[in-house]
């Protein structure tokens, strides 16, 4: 049982506007419990309208970075509506953090299973620890990991993913990284160095840029190639009349460094 005075999700927040939420059920390996899911929920719809959030880490506490949905809790409301409401939950998280308008990077130890491999392949980027397990194991117990699929789908090439869904079997951080399921691998006392690293670079860049160009970026994965391109030419003829833009190229045609507003 959690202690109701202990926040599922903790919030930390840096003077760069760099946010890491720790997920914080350790005991429980970080369940998705609906508890669970509706504190990400409200931090996520805080961050969203938060201009001075420039950078979101998702990081979770104890052993382990996420198992997935909470079995324990699932077996005991087994009914069809209970089951809808929880997947409905766990799938507006997850596209909440597709939609925020900045950069979310998953630091993940030991394991990520089902929903919590899902919750990583949302992630815009990943950095796994040496140790980081990943595995979509629903089937192992009947149930096939049909949501973490859409996430899996859409980062690894499809044979790799469908081998995971069907024999729920776990892959290493190497096997992750080789996949494109993550973005780097780290041994443990690196790890926090790497995502500096990643985010030091993202905040030389103006936020406006990335905001635009994140929201473009999914917004054409899902289309075909004719109405992505028709997309991205609308979006980037915008980002370019933008004040960011246009400092950029001055910049660069006087080659001397850009001065972005607010970063």
Not at 117 to 143: I, K, P, T
Not at 189 to 204: F, H
Request: charged share 20%; aromatic share 6%; glycine share 6%.
């Amino acid at each position: 049982m959690h202690d109701i005075e202990t926040p599922l999700v903790l919030r930390e927040r840096d003077s760069r506007g760099v946010v890491t939420l720790t997920l914080n059920r350790p005991q429980a390996f970080n369940a998705l419990s609906n508890a669970m899911l509706a504190a990400l929920q409200a931090e996520l719809d805080a961050l969203a309208q938060d201009e001075r959030v420039r950078v979101v880490v998702l990081a979770a506490a104890g052993r382990a970075f996420c198992a997935g949905h909470d079995l324990k809790e699932m077996h005991a409301a087994p009914g069809l509506d209970d089951s809808r409401a929880l997947f409905a939950a766990c799938s507006r998280v997850m596209l909440s953090i597709q939609r925020l308008p900045v950069p979310v990077i998953a630091r993940v130890h030991g394991i990520a299973t089902a929903a919590g491999c899902q919750l990583v392949a949302m992630c815009d980027l990943a950095v796994a620890g040496e140790d980081a397990r990943f595995a979509v194991s629903g089937v192992n117990y009947g149930l096939f990991c049909s949501t973490p699929s859409v996430a899996l789908s859409r980062n690894v090439p499809r044979k790799a993913a469908f081998e995971m869904l069907v024999t729920g079997e776990f892959i290493s951080a190497q096997q992750a990284l080789e996949r494109g399921l993550v973005n780097r691998v780290a041994s443990a006392p690196r790890m926090d160095a790497e995502i500096d690293s990643l985010v030091a670079s993202i905040l030389a860049k103006p936020r406006v840029a990335i905001a635009m160009g994140k929201a473009l970026f999914y917004r054409q994965i899902e289309t075909g190639i004719d109405a992505a391109y028709a997309d991205a030419a609308q979006t980037m003829a915008c980002n370019f009349i933008d004040d960011a833009a246009q400092e950029g190229v001055a910049a660069f045609l006087q080659k001397r460094k850009p001065h972005w507003a607010g970063g």
